[in-house]
């Protein structure tokens, strides 16, 4: 074989290590993970309405609901004392409270959501915080909720999440939610609770509970559980469609959150 076969054939072997080399680099960066050129799927949210949230730790909300919390726990002292000893009880609310936490210890699932929404419905009488502490916005505990007999929508969703805890359903399964009601104004809050992967809203203007799929022309605003406040960080307008169409809407109260907002 002459010189010329030999350096025809060594650069011909350069070449071909060549392309061995950046060819499988170009393909190892097409199938990594962490290429530019690959494309992460959004995770989805568990929280009501399938909606991404943020954290929100400062704000007249979040102070509101922080001493509504210190309350909350207080009143569980409480309400562990009379559930324990009823005949000692000495608060006539307290007991009034732990009857429809009875009835929905006696049910399951969906029945029991059912049993403390209807009750509470019933035992608090629909009333502004206007009329009743001359003020727009408070937020009550249960127990001075049923001390009164009556309330607005906060008070009935705060009452509804405290006592679904108390029949025993789990921490992570229960939401307050606030929405905003853009056709008509106003916000309106509804307790949540989760079975079987559905959000149900437990509302006081209705007996039915609705998925929160079939809420319609509401914004959610805010969501809180036992110990978070969030607020959707890119709330969408909850409008009708054709799957919604056959379910009512959500009535909604003026200045709930004017306060804070």
């Not at 969906?110 to 009743?132: C, K, T, W, Y």
């Not at 906060?154 to 056709?183: C, T, W």
């Not at 809420?215 to 036992?226: G, I």
């Amino acid at each position: 074989m002459g010189l010329l076969s030999r350096q025809r054939i060594a650069l011909a072997a350069v070449l071909a290590c060549g392309l061995a080399y950046f060819a499988p680099a170009t393909a190892l960066e097409a199938a990594s993970p962490d290429s530019t050129h690959a494309t992460e799927l959004p995770v989805p949210s568990t929280e009501p309405f399938g909606l991404s949230t943020s954290p929100l730790t400062a704000g007249a909300l979040q102070d509101k609901w922080s001493a509504l919390a210190r309350k909350l726990d207080d009143e569980r002292v409480q309400l562990a004392l009379c559930d324990g000893d009823r005949e000692r009880c000495a608060s006539d609310a307290a007991l009034r409270f732990l009857a429809i936490v009875d009835l929905g210890r006696s049910r399951e699932g969906r029945a029991r959501f059912g049993e403390i929404n209807r009750a509470i419905n019933l035992a608090i009488h629909p009333m502004s915080d206007l009329a009743q502490y001359g003020e727009v916005d408070v937020w009550s505990s249960p127990l001075a909720t049923f001390d009164r007999g009556a309330g607005d929508c906060e008070d009935y969703a705060i009452a509804k999440f405290v006592a679904l805890r108390q029949a025993g359903v789990s921490a992570k399964d229960l939401r307050i939610i606030i929405m905003r009601d853009v056709f008509h104004g106003g916000d309106h809050a509804v307790a949540a609770a989760r079975l079987d992967g559905h959000w149900l809203m437990l509302d006081n203007q209705r007996m039915a509970m609705v998925e929160d799929s079939y809420v319609r022309n509401y914004r959610p605003l805010f969501v809180m559980d036992e110990q978070h406040l969030k607020k959707y960080a890119d709330p969408e307008l909850l409008a009708a469609g054709p799957d919604r169409d056959a379910a009512p809407s959500i009535a909604a109260q003026p200045g709930l959150i004017a306060a804070s907002n």
